[in-house]
């Protein structure tokens, strides 16, 4: 048991001491960076926690030592008493029988025996009983000695164990506070990391989605045509919406990054395709639900989600204003609204670039 105990505390003291090297010291530079190091620390909290359980394992096992011992030194110490008491009454016996010999004199007796035995045979058989039965109390009380040997050296033995396993209850109490605290202290570093992670996550969406900007203004002024609000026809995809519920970017409330612009509408309403162009999906879109896209050339479509019901076909030419569709809440909804969502070359970008919203 000792030695498990030591090398349970040796691993101990090891991954307490790897814990400054996990600590973030040098902050990461990007996401990737952070979630590697929430990582390392996740997998040495499922380190620490096995641990634990090994604590607890050894604590519950030199509790029903400490238990056992303490029942065994109990039991053997009422051994020893009931061998002193019965050595007692044996002495006892014996005493009263030798001053009664004492008072009445051998020969006495030696007659008595003579005169109550009516044949030879029976003298002798009297005599034997009576010095057999001095013989067994002795050998009782020699007996009875050797009991209460062995249980005053039983109860020093589970005493003995009764101490050593209370001294391991508390190595192995102590080790499962310790881990418990440093486990604790790196799960609010755990936290901390996933928030920062968080945090990274949307810098570095807001700086790609900023360098998309640039990219598609440096192709606007090459000549690249893409469509831009009012100026090139588009019309508002759902007139009759009541309020915007959701921008396009990082929604704390959802708590990711948003593609595009959420309209909330009564359930029915009319859904506008916003621009002239080509119905090149009408179906079921996963978690948008009822969806219909419009393609409008030069890599511009927009999308249409969580519809009621579609109102186009695969194929159909439509114009500005053209009814694709009516506001439902199919798919991943809380509520009857449009989800509108401009993408150029497959990248969600800013509606309000293209429609005045």
């Known amino acids: 048991m000792r030695a498990f105990s030591s090398l349970f505390l040796s691993c101990l003291l090891g991954a307490v001491l790897a814990l400054p090297a996990m600590a973030p010291e040098a902050h990461a530079v990007t996401s990737a960076e952070k979630q590697a190091e929430a990582d390392n620390i996740s997998a040495a909290i ?39 008491k019965r050595i007692g009454e044996l002495q006892g016996m014996l005493g009263d029988r030798a001053v009664s010999m004492y008072k009445g004199g051998s020969s006495t007796n030696f007659l008595e025996v003579v005169l109550g035995a009516k044949t030879f045979e029976s003298f002798l058989t009297s005599w034997d009983a009576m010095q057999m039965i001095a013989d067994q109390d002795a050998g009782m009380i020699e007996e009875s000695k050797q009991v209460r040997a062995e249980a005053q050296q039983a109860e020093e033995e589970f005493t003995r164990q009764k101490a050593t396993a209370a001294e391991e209850m508390g190595t192995a109490k102590a080790a499962q506070d310790e881990i418990k605290a440093t486990k604790t202290s790196m799960e609010a570093e755990l936290a ?12 570095e969406e807001e700086e790609r989605m900023a360098a998309e900007e640039a990219a598609k203004r440096q192709q606007a002024s090459a000549g690249v045509i893409v469509p831009s609000g009012m100026a090139n026809g588009w019309v508002h ?8 519920t959701t921008e396009f970017g990082y929604s704390s409330w959802h708590g990711y990054w948003h593609n595009g612009t959420d309209l909330a509408a009564p359930g029915g309403t009319p859904i506008l395709s916003s621009g002239p162009g080509t119905v090149s999906y009408v179906g079921w879109y996963g978690g948008g639900g009822n969806t ?19 109102a186009a076909t695969v194929g ?4 500005a204003g053209t ?35």
Not at 47 to 59: G, P, S, V
Not at 192 to 203: G, H, M, N, S, Y
Not at 316 to 319: A, L, N, R
């Open 46 to 84: 499922d380190r620490l926690q096995d641990k634990l359980n090994e604590a607890t394992a050894e604590y519950e096992r030199s509790m029903d030592a400490y238990e056992t011992a303490t029942a065994a030194a109990a039991d053997a110490s009422a051994r020893a008493k009931a061998a002193n």
């Open 237 to 244: 995809p759902c007139p009759g919406y009541v309020a915007i």
């Open 192 to 203: 901390k990391v996933t928030e920062e992670v968080a945090l990274l996550q949307a810098r």
């Open 292 to 310: 219909v896209i419009v393609s409008h050339g030069s890599g511009v479509r927009t999308i249409y989600m969580h519809m009621s019901r579609q």
């Open 316 to 319: 159909q030419q439509v114009s």
């Open 323 to 357: 009814v694709i569709g009516y506001v439902g809440t199919t798919g991943q909804s809380t509520g009857n609204h449009l989800h509108f969502q401009v993408e150029v070359n497959g990248t969600p970008v800013n509606a309000r670039n293209y429609v005045n919203l």
